[in-house]
């Protein structure tokens, strides 16, 4: 496996651990959402070099 398919594998798995818990406060779920959204990025930009490796 290449490093950026263990990336977005990891990224996987930490995005399912900040889904939304019944419990937290909304400054906690915001501060998630954030946190959310930069891992999204990642993620897309892991999958987009990727994509780029196998097209070389």
Known sequence: M????????????ILELLQ???Y???AEQNSDDS???MLGQLKHAA???AHNETLQ
């Open 24 to 26: 937290r406060s909304e």
């Open 35 to 37: 946190l959310q959204g």
């Open 47 to 49: 999958e987009w070099i």
């Open 20 to 22: 939304p818990v019944a």
């Open 2 to 13: 290449c490093v950026v398919q263990q990336v977005c594998r990891e990224l996987n798995y």
